[in-house]
């Protein structure tokens, strides 16, 4: 099978939906001629014309606010926050007018739109471009979260929320846009609210989102190697959220590790360590242990950046707490 990046699966996902839905609009800075910020919208201004791709102020309230606008009015925009942090400029937006539209109409009113932005530490951009912010997503009735970890992933559920009739937070991790894997040439389509057993195991459940996966797959490999079998599940959306496979695994393996880059701090770990102690409490062998980063803003320096963010050793660490 061919191999591409995650920004080319990203754009292939773009592409296909936009040539199937001529309703499909992109909006945000620097998306056209440049390309996006991290070049996944490349070349799709000159396929589709300044119509369908349009290049805005610097002003997130603006675009995505024009952006509700235009899908409650028929259309299906994909507005591109250029950091995950700017979603605070649009949160009036995005958590008032997107994300509750449709529930106080009565259903009378819908919002399908694509919220594309990207996420997450490890480039030194410092504390104002660097910060995981999908718990806060997830917080909010009515909006679907979704967090894809591979480029098959990436390219299928996109092609999913493109096909919501619900407005989609698409969180990318800045540091997966160079990422390679396989990418099948014919269509298909990953449904939202499915997570996906990356590695199967008996001894251990690690759950784990975003780039984090890549640090679980790699935790749970060196595990092996002591004779530990780690059962890795992507968890790839938090709304809707697979608890069911969750449950499945820490019903076979009794104990579960949750890792994400988020802050540690009722980050999404939390609310999963909730769920199982409410409906898997006496399968488990020992206390749920969860990885995140630690609850201070994201250092600039590289040296303190490396100790705050979750990686590798931090996910062993807590395997070898749940397995004493």
């Not at 409650?72 to 949160?91: I, S």
């Not at 009735?141 to 999913?160: E, I």
């Amino acid at each position: 099978m061919r191999e591409l990046t995650y920004a080319q699966a990203l754009r292939e996902a773009i592409t296909e939906e936009m040539d199937r839905n001529p309703n499909i609009i992109l909006l945000g800075e620097d998306i056209g001629v440049y390309g996006g910020v991290f070049k996944v919208t490349e070349g799709l201004l000159a396929r589709y014309g300044p119509e369908r791709v349009r290049e805005t102020p610097i002003s997130e309230a603006g675009f995505v606010g024009a952006a509700v606008g235009l899908a409650m009015t028929g259309k299906h925009p994909m507005p591109e926050l250029m950091f995950a942090d700017f979603a605070w400029v649009a949160a009036d937006q995005i958590f008032n007018q997107a994300a509750k539209m449709r529930y106080m109409s009565g259903g009378r009113v819908k919002v399908p739109m694509v919220i594309r932005t990207q996420q997450g530490g490890g480039r030194g951009n410092a504390a104002q471009h660097s910060q995981s912010l999908e718990t806060i997503f997830t917080h909010i009735p009515g909006l679907k979260v979704v967090l894809p970890a591979t480029p098959y992933d990436a390219k299928g559920l996109l092609k999913s929320a493109f096909r919501e009739e619900n407005p989609i937070v698409f969180v990318e991790h800045k540091l997966l846009y160079a990422t390679r894997g396989p990418v099948p040439e014919e269509e298909y389509t990953i449904p939202l609210g499915q997570a996906e057993i990356k590695r199967a195991g008996d001894d251990v459940t690690l759950v784990s989102l975003s780039r984090t996966v890549l640090h679980a797959l790699e935790a749970a490999e060196e595990m092996a190697q002591e004779g530990v079998s780690v059962e890795a599940i992507d968890l790839r959306c938090t709304v809707p959220m697979d608890l069911e496979t969750i449950l499945e695994s820490v019903r076979k393996t009794n104990r579960l590790v949750v890792a994400h880059e988020s802050h540690r701090r009722l980050g999404i770990g939390a609310e999963i360590a909730a769920l199982v102690q409410e409906h898997a409490f006496d399968h488990l062998d020992a206390p749920i242990e969860r990885v995140g980063a630690m609850d201070v803003p994201i250092p600039y320096s590289q040296p303190l950046e490396s100790q705050v963010l979750p990686g590798v050793d931090h996910i062993l660490e807590a395997i070898r707490r749940v397995i004493v």
